[in-house]
């Protein structure tokens, strides 16, 4: 493909690393997000997608293919609660995919995460799963020429990232009490989920889903451990009844950055397949083993 590539929530943890390796590529790239204060990095246009969908059509042009990565977090409750996740995974994605095919394109990428289903209770879950459905329809009725493709990556880690810095702070303790999730993942780094994503994204036509996974199949607590035993901090699991009626009592409470979503995220399948070439991908444990904490 000859076209740009236009990143929306292309300064974030991943967005950035495809920014890279896109890039890297000789690829024409243009990352858009609002700019906010604390961002790791300024995007190359400054919109809002929100609050400022009629500035979007004036940043595509005919060919290029566009990646929607904005979103929230589900580990951490954004200020404005469910409202929030309605509005970044859905009233966003409708602007942008309004805007693209006003300009006639209809090369589309919905970045969603694995396992996320309608009905598992979490505002993350639905509006992701709601988005993919919007992204359908309107590949449904656009023209011929019409791709689109939804990216399902599972927990993606390396410096910086959300559950590393979790991991970080978590360490500077002797002794950390863990909830017990029973559901397994394969993380996959974000370096290797970017440069999958850019092979799918330059090849000529899309498939219609793409699951980022890693080599390594693990349950939370065996991430936790691979990342906190080397480092000398002891775990201390948590019974599973005792989880959730903490994660109830936060969430009912609304601690501030309580993690809403985690009773959904308890219940959610988050492994998938085992990726293609496993043996070329970081291994989570040895990267975590010899990674120097801050
Ligand atoms: N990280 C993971 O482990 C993981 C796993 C599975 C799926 N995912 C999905 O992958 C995507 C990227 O994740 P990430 O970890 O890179 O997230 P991130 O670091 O929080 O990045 C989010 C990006 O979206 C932008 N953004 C947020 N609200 C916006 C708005 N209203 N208008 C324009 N831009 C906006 C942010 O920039 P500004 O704040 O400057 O606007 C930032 O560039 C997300 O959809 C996430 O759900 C991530």
């Given amino acids: 493909m000859t076209g740009r590539y236009i990143l929306i929530g292309g300064t974030g943890f991943f967005g950035a690393a495809l920014a890279r390796e896109l ?3 000789g690829l024409a790239v243009v990352t858009l997000a609002r700019g906010s ?10 919109v809002d997608v929100v609050h400022e969908p009629e ?52 090369r589309f990428v919905q970045v969603s995460a694995l396992g996320v289903r309608p009905g598992d209770g979490s505002a ?33 880690f390396g410096e910086g990232s959300e559950i590393i810095r979790a991991l970080k702070l978590a ?20 370096a290797d989920a970017a440069r999958r994503l850019a092979e799918v994204l330059t ?9 980022l996974t890693g080599p390594q199949l693990l349950t939370f607590h065996q991430l936790a451990a691979a990342y906190l035993e080397p480092r000398g901090t002891r775990m201390v699991l948590l019974p599973r009844l005792l989880t959730r009626i903490l994660v109830r ?10 993690p809403t979503e985690l009773e959904a995220m308890l219940a959610l399948d988050n492994a998938g397949s085992p990726p293609p070439r496993p043996q ?15």
């Fill in 124 to 156: 993350y879950g639905e509006t992701k799963a709601r988005a993919t459905e919007m992204l359908r329809a309107a590949a449904a009725g656009a023209k011929a020429s019409g791709q689109a493709m939804v990216v399902e990556p599972s927990v993606l």
């Fill in 203 to 211: 090849a000529k036509r899309l498939p219609e889903r793409l699951e």
């Fill in 23 to 25: 890039r890297a590529r």
């Fill in 280 to 294: 070329e991908l970081i291994v989570f444990s040895k990267w975590a083993s010899v990674r120097d904490s801050e």
């Fill in 37 to 46: 204060r604390g961002a790791r990095q300024q995007p190359d246009v400054c």
């Fill in 249 to 258: 009592v936060a969430s009912w409470v609304k601690l501030p950055g309580a």
């Fill in 55 to 106: 500035r979007l059509s004036s940043v595509f042009e005919p060919g290029d293919s566009v990646v929607y990565l904005a979103g929230l977090s589900p580990l951490k409750r954004p200020v404005g609660g469910r409202r929030r996740y309605r509005e970044v995974h859905l009233t966003g994605l409708r602007a942008v995919l309004k805007a693209a095919e006003s300009r006639g394109l209809l």
């Fill in 171 to 190: 360490s500077r303790l002797p002794l950390v009490p863990l909830p017990q999730i029973a559901a397994q993942i394969r993380p996959i780094h974000v």
